[in-house]
């Protein structure tokens, strides 16, 4: 710390630099955030899925924060986002990668982004006004899943619910999402990639409901799918709709991914 010294006595030591000003980017990487995060791919680590050397097409990927888990995985990760912010921070954390601009709100050259084994979808169809088009996208690129976790809302039927976002990088770009019932994206992943299933485990975080008979009156229910051009034999997936969840275990250092 340096003083300065006036006729011979100590001056008081110079002010701290001020604080850096916060980034609208902040918003991924808040406590609540990398928690929500961590339950997510803990609980994609348990499904049994073969995800290790595969081509993927993470969407609406934000800054980054979920795409280690494919690299880890020796995957080849072409990563997306339709915030030019968000992939200008992506492009900074992974330079050496494949980084793209991609609005799913948008028609797309499909030719262009090549051919996939995965499509992973996590915290983005909810952003979306066009879900079933972005979905219908999504599957003429991928040929073999997609994963998928989204927010829902409640209800028995196939519906699917328009919202106004605000204009922050970790929602909609247009400023419209939406929030389909989970027999929606069921009903929605069948038609488009011949197979569907919901996971019979919720990742252990408290958006994740666990029982649909008490579903909550405030605040987010979330779950995950998987999209299939084959059909899939895995206990931990099934084709129904699950009434109540089992406790999800703890993923193992070996799991597959």
Known sequence: ??????????????????????????VFVKPDSLAINKA?????????????NKTVLEVGAGIGLHTQFFIDGGCAVTITDGDP??????????????VRSLDLDLALDAESLGRFDIVYCYGTLYHLQHPDAALSRMASVCSGQILLETIVAPGAHAELHLVTEPPTSDQAVGGVGCRPTRLWVLEALRRHFGHAYATLTQP???????????????GNMRA??????APLHLPALTEELPVRHCAAPQPSPTSTR
Request: avoid cysteine; charge should be negative.
């Open 1 to 26: 710390m340096r003083l300065k010294i006036f006729a011979g006595r100590k001056a008081l030591p110079d002010p701290p630099p001020p604080p850096p000003e916060p980034s609208p980017l902040d």
């Open 40 to 52: 997510r791919q803990d609980h994609l680590a348990t499904l049994g899925l073969d995800l290790s």
């Open 85 to 98: 912010a968000n992939v200008a921070a992506i492009r900074k954390r992974y330079p050496d990668h494949d």
């Open 204 to 218: 252990d975080h408290p958006d994740f409901e666990t029982d649909w008979t008490l579903t909550k009156s405030f």
């Open 224 to 229: 995950v799918f998987v999209g299939s051009r």
